[in-house]
């Protein structure tokens, strides 16, 4: 945008200038205060009314009587605080870096624009219109995007970045803009404060105050704990009942509803808007360095980058000397994201003590053991001790499978990759209560069968019926809410939740918890269950092998599913942690859970399972009591190969 601002905006600069055309007063009044980490309860009631409080202080500044300059500078900062803010709602929560923000913001500015100068329609009554039209254009992306799996990272923000351009082009060549930009500079400024650049300091005001609370009551409710697992392992999050394409989809329409917001403001604010300094790089680069600078896992990160950047601007560049003054804060900003990585607000957080704020959401850990009342379950000691049996938190939902009928029935399961024939066509019965053992030599499918049958992968062929109820095809979320959770070979835990959270985030999607306080209650007594509660707040980098396994298994627990699907969980542990979690499968399977379990530890397959099946070569080769079906020579041979026999036998 060359235009410069209509002349109440006493000469600052516009938002579509980027970076180097803010000069913000350094003022930084917006609200900058964290809730402390999630681990602070009452900080948890406090901040809401904080947000509020501050706003309605900052709601003062016009009654002081500041030159209009003042309140323009103002107005920038807050347009960039709910404009990195709405970006971080989808990108910093998610991880799904757009650089598309220049064009939902100039979608809310030309919607704006076009009401106004074609329909004259009151300036407040297209806001809401900026709003939708932005979320309707994000949808519409995000809808088709979304849907293909490895748009992550640089592709999408290329793709976000071309979409800007795209649509740059269109507005240009249309009667939208027409290339010679819309006029509004006789449209009158409604009067919310005594002067026309008051009031857009007073409308940026509460569009950044209604954002930062959106920002915030995500942050700590249930729906932003399911947007920060989807940032760690979107697969794995999915898999654990988070419904990961929503979610997506309602955190980029929010993020875009906000953008448009500011870009109807801006629109009147500038009073001439034009295309081609709108749908361009600069705005979503400026936002992005905010937000990082701030800190993106934060709902207060942005605001904050926000504030120190613009400050930063108008102390070094409102001078005679802007190139170098721009360039002193390129290497303020260089310094800062080396050796703030995290962010300044988490750095500061760290600095007044306080525990990085690597976490999902806003409520306080559950109470101490200590602290715990009597009548809830002991705490088991450490894994592998002799202690009695720690009791399960919650009694396993009880299945509802008929008499006679399987728990899970599996027929002609298929799953081909690219020519590979995973899985061809396996017939599988589980029964209810049972531990099936499903055994075989390297790629003869059983990992693939407990991917298809969470749902990771969809099956080629076949049908999957669990308590009586066709789930074949089934996404993995739904798949995880109709009863049946699973472990991972590797253990895929979420790196920047802790151990806690990681299993709260179980609780709550694959559980039904819809309370975070709740949730991480009960998650504290599952890591009861598994030996973990003094672990509860480490990150999973700082556990051991054997404590990520374990970190699986209660997160396969948490869910309270009827049937968990067990794969290797004991691959790389020590003979002494083998006993350890063979007891704890004994544990899992005395509190309800029929056990499906791929192993390759023999003395566990034995001491274990009820039952077991052998694949080979993607197909059912075997079936019964693991003492009968192992001594077999058809298993045998599949198992050690057929020269090895014979050699054997020789
Ligand atoms: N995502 C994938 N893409 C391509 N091929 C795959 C994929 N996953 C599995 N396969 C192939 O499918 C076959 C079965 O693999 P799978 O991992 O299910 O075997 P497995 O019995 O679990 O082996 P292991 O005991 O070594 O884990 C192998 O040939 C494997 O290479």
Same mark, same amino acid.
């Given at each position: ?54 706003? =309605? ?69 297209? &806001? ?8 309707? !254009?994000?949808?519409? !992306? ?99 009942? =988070? ?12 993020? *875009? ?93 760290k600095l007044f003590g306080r525990r990085a704020a690597a976490v999902t959401a806003g409520t306080a850990h559950p109470p101490s053991a200590a602290a715990r009342p009597a009548a809830e379950p002991t705490p088991a000691h450490a894994m592998g001790s002799t202690a009695p049996a ?39 019965? =589980? ?65 920047? !939740? ?44 700082? &556990? ?26 004991? *691959? ?79």
């Amino acid at each position: 945008m060359s235009a410069t601002p209509r002349p109440h905006a006493g000469g600052a600069s516009t938002l579509g200038q980027g970076v180097s055309a803010l000069a913000p007063s350094g003022d930084g009044a917006a609200p900058t205060r964290t809730d402390g980490g999630p681990t602070q309860r009452s900080g948890i009631r406090k901040t809401p009314l904080a947000i509020v409080g501050g706003a =309605v202080l900052l709601a003062l500044v016009p009654q002081l009587g500041l030159p209009a300059f003042y309140d323009s500078l103002l107005y920038l900062m807050l347009s960039w605080i709910v404009l990195a803010t709405s970006w971080n709602i989808l990108s910093g929560y998610t991880g799904y870096f757009s650089f598309g923000h220049g064009a939902f913001f100039g979608a809310g500015m030309y919607t704006t624009s076009t009401l106004l100068a074609r329909y004259e329609w009151p300036f407040l009554w297209t &806001l809401p219109m900026a709003a939708l039209v932005a979320a309707l !254009l994000g949808v519409a !992306l995000g809808a088709v995007v979304f849907r293909v799996k490895g748009v992550r990272g640089e592709l999408f923000a290329l793709l976000t970045l071309a979409v800007t351009f795209v649509i740059g082009t269109i507005v240009v060549n249309t009667p939208l803009d027409g290339g010679n930009g819309v006029s509004l500079s006789a449209v009158p400024v409604p009067k919310l404060g005594p002067t026309p650049s008051s009031t857009f300091y007073l409308l940026a005001l509460i569009a950044a105050t209604a954002t930062l609370l959106i920002a915030w009551g995500i942050y700590v409710s249930k729906f932003g704990a399911g947007l920060f697992a989807i940032h760690d392992d979107e697969d794995a999050a999915e898999v654990m009942g =988070v419904p990961t394409y929503r979610y997506k989809l309602i955190a980029l329409a929010i993020s *875009c509803a906000l953008a448009g917001v500011a870009g109807g403001i801006q629109a009147l604010f500038l009073s001439y808007v034009t295309a081609g300094e709108v749908f361009t790089i600069t705005v979503p680069l400026t936002v992005v360095l905010m937000s990082v600078l701030g800190g993106t896992r934060h709902w207060a990160g942005p605001a904050l980058g926000a504030i120190a950047i613009t400050a930063l601007l108008y102390s070094f560049t409102a001078a005679d000397h802007a190139v170098a003054g721009k360039a002193l804060i390129g290497a303020i900003l260089i310094v800062a994201i080396l050796f703030m990585p995290d962010g300044i607000l988490l750095r500061l957080q760290k600095l007044f003590g306080r525990r990085a704020a690597a976490v999902t959401a806003g409520t306080a850990h559950p109470p101490s053991a200590a602290a715990r009342p009597a009548a809830e379950p002991t705490p088991a000691h450490a894994m592998g001790s002799t202690a009695p049996a720690p009791v399960a938190p919650a009694a396993v939902r009880t299945a509802t499978v008929a008499a006679g009928e399987p728990l899970l029935r599996v027929r002609g399961l298929q799953k081909s990759f690219k020519g590979v024939r995973a899985l061809a066509g396996v017939d599988v019965d =589980v029964r209810e209560g049972e531990i099936l053992g499903l055994l075989g030599p390297n790629g003869s499918g059983k990992s693939t069968f407990i991917n298809v049958v969470s749902g990771h992968y969809e099956p080629t062929g076949g049908q999957i019926v669990f308590e009586g109820r066709d789930l074949t095809g089934f996404a993995a979320h739904r798949i995880a809410a109709a009863g049946i959770s699973r472990t991972y070979q590797i253990p895929r835990p979420f790196g920047h !939740l802790d151990v806690l959270d990681n299993v709260a985030l179980a609780t709550m999607f694959g559980g039904g918890v819809d309370s975070v306080a709740a949730a991480r209650h009960q998650a504290m007594t599952w890591l009861e269950f598994t030996g973990l509660h003094e672990k509860a707040k480490a990150l999973p980098d700082d &556990l051991n092998l054997h404590q990520r396994k374990f970190l699986e298994l209660a997160r396969a627990l948490a869910s309270r599913p009827r049937l968990v699907l067990l794969d290797e969980v004991l *691959c790389g542990l020590t003979p002494s942690e083998i006993d350890a979690a063979v007891a704890l499968i004994r544990r899992i399977r005395e509190q309800g859970s029929t056990i499906v379990f791929v192993e390759h530890v023999m003395r566990a397959v034995m001491a274990l399972t009820d039952r077991v099946v052998v694949f080979n070569h993607g197909e059912l080769l075997a079936e019964g009591h693991a003492s009968e079906v192992m001594q077999r020579p058809d298993v045998m041979t599949a198992y050690l190969g057929k020269s090895t026999i014979e050699a054997a036998h020789a």
